[in-house]
């Protein structure tokens, strides 16, 4: 390509990357920010396999552009990336997706038309790029920003490039640490619980979150359809007796089964549909005995909240955990134009959590 000596950006950007670290970059378009985060990138990829690399750009120009330096620098490997971004049809971008690629450099919007559509997936994802955060903010796409990143497990490597930092844009690289699960923690310890069923959207998230409770001592049985039918068995049957005394699951746990004495349930994640949301709290509270259900929310999952409350036809109270560190706080105020406006504008910082208790 040319290049002789490594530009400021790319000096500094190379050893935190192929470290597998996270990294919050200032730089101006020209300084070869492209070829800072690109050549550690195909370095730590190696060989073509799943698809391991997102590149978020705010505009179809620019996605184009580091497409193009993907391919010039990875053109001695069998790495492959490809572009998806609007203005163009959708046929030839279903077609290199499904022939399979290592770096898929996309703009918001048609990103999450793919996604929508199941063209594609994330759960492989190990390096998410963010790349020209302050334009993608002038233009409107942080929170199409905040959903697509919500999305990707936080075991991933998250690289975030801007020419400056507003407060918003430091509130998105905050968010990359995952706040939910501190307050989970604290809402266990805080709370006098017989037996937790924990409800997580995603089968990754799942695991994720099974995995991190175990490292805080806490007996965990896991529940979700990756599960063999002998480890499903295993943990249902290690709950109900006992053995554990938290099983985190996915929807698979809310429907047909018959589980007694779970004294809490908590939705790790709103619920997409509210008939999910009234089966996943119908699991504590049974045979006349009194049970909690808490919900734990961000700004973005309010339009989901409200839609569950009109559904069962009840305002769900918002609290806030007392003494507890949030990053960024609300106005749990859903009816206030303001209240409103923050929620949705705060991202995937977690201010609170919902509950409610119901008795049977």
């Known amino acids: ?25 200032t730089a101006q378009t020209g300084t070869g920010k492209t070829a800072a985060f690109a050549l550690p990138i195909l370095t730590l990829l190696g060989h073509h396999g799943k698809f391991r690399c997102l590149v978020l750009e705010p505009t179809r120009e620019l996605a184009a552009q580091v497409e193009t330096a993907f391919r010039d620098y990875g053109r001695f490997t069998d790495l492959r990336a490809t572009v998806v971004h609007g203005g163009v049809g959708y046929g030839k971008q279903r077609e290199d997706l499904k022939r399979g690629v290592d770096v898929l450099i996309a703009t918001p919007g048609r990103l999450l038309d793919h996604l929508e559509q199941g063209t594609m997936h994330f759960r492989d994802i190990k390096i998410l790029v963010l790349d020209e955060v302050d334009r993608m903010l002038d233009m409107g796409f942080l929170p199409d920003v905040r959903r697509i990143v919500q999305q990707i497990s936080n075991d991933r490597q998250t690289l975030l490039f801007s020419a400056t930092l507003p407060p918003e844009i430091e509130r998105l690289a905050a968010s990359a640490a995952e706040q939910k699960f501190d307050l989970l923690m604290v809402l266990l310890e805080r709370t006098n619980f017989d037996s937790a069923l924990i409800f997580s959207r995603t089968k990754h998230g799942a695991d994720r979150i099974a995995h991190k409770l175990k490292q805080g001592n806490h007996s965990v049985a896991v529940l979700h359809s990756n599960r063999t039918q002998r480890e499903r068995i295993e943990a249902l049957e290690g709950f109900k007796s006992g053995k554990y005394e938290v099983m985190v699951a996915t929807d698979i746990a ?62 769900i109270p918002r609290l806030k955990l007392e003494n507890f560190p949030y990053i960024y706080t609300i106005l749990f105020e859903p009816d206030s134009a303001a209240g409103g406006k923050r929620a949705i504008g705060g991202g995937r910082t977690h201010r609170g959590y919902s509950f409610g208790r119901r008795r049977r």
Do not use: C, W
């Open 1 to 25: 390509m040319g290049f002789s000596e490594p530009t400021p950006i790319q000096l500094r950007a190379f050893p935190i990357v192929l470290a597998g670290k996270d990294l919050v970059g």
């Open 254 to 315: 809310a429907r047909g089964l018959d589980i007694a004495g779970v004294s809490h349930v908590i939705n790790y994640d709103v619920p997409e549909h509210p008939e999910d949301y009234v089966h996943r709290i119908g699991r504590t509270g049974r045979a006349q005995n009194v049970g909690d259900a808490f919900t734990l929310m961000n700004g973005e999952e309010l339009p989901a909240l409200q839609a569950i409350e009109r559904f069962i036809g009840q305002k």
